[in-house]
């Protein structure tokens, strides 16, 4: 049975933060998980309005405590399995390319390409060129184990619930190693595998490999 994958990242390769965070759910039941951020948007009393604009995407960035608290405790109780990779940057500022991207794309998802060898996954839409999105799949295919199916769409994380998700997870897994934000804790026992890596090291690994 195919696995629903959705990939999200918190923080920023360029800037001065020491941490990067990448994110990962997967599900065999996409469809169980649609209503999470909506629900916990009305119980938290967010007006979810009609409008002729399209209000703005509700994200980690964006959500209150409480809604952040309610997304994260639904998640630990839905179908699914969540790895999560960290990289600490060391005073660097990385590059942000496609292929920098894929590298820690591939860190992440080795995680458990073992287990699920065939995926839809859903990427959030970090790049907007045709040219540049190929070179992210490009090194994910690469890898991919040959037994396995690897389909791969870039995706704005607001028509996508599980990527939308992810996002959630990256920035509480973000939050927890840049100042100790307790939320990550809420997801305890739905996390499959978890890495803390220095860019040099998984860069190392992914692009040697990939010559």
């Not at 990962?24 to 604009?53: F, Y």
Request: with cysteine; proline share 4%; glycine share 6%.
């Amino acid at each position: 049975m195919i696995a629903f994958g959705g990939l999200a990242e918190a923080g920023s390769l360029t800037g001065q933060t020491a941490w990067f965070s990448m994110a990962l759910i997967v599900t065999k039941r996409p469809e169980t998980l649609r209503n999470i951020v909506p629900r916990a948007a009305l119980r938290s009393g967010k007006r979810l309005r009609r409008q002729r604009k399209r209000p703005p995407e509700l994200k980690w960035s964006n959500a209150s405590l409480r809604i952040r608290n309610a997304v994260l405790s639904s998640l630990a109780q839905a179908d699914v399995e969540i790895f999560v990779v960290t990289i600490r940057k060391e005073g660097r500022r990385i590059a942000d390319t496609p292929l920098n991207y894929a590298v820690i794309a591939c860190e992440l998802l080795h995680l458990c390409w073992d287990v699920y060898s065939d995926m839809a996954l859903a990427v959030d839409r970090h790049f907007t060129s045709p040219a540049q999105r190929a070179i992210v799949d490009t090194l994910l295919h690469r890898h991919w184990p040959e037994r396995g199916t690897l389909t791969i769409t870039h995706v704005d994380s607001q028509n996508n619930p599980l990527v939308q998700l992810a996002d959630f997870v990256a920035g509480s897994v973000y939050a927890w190693h840049k100042r100790g934000n307790e939320c990550y804790r809420l997801l305890k026992g739905k996390v499959g595998a978890e890495l803390v890596e220095s860019w040099v090291h998984v860069k190392r690994k992914w692009l040697e490999g990939a010559k």
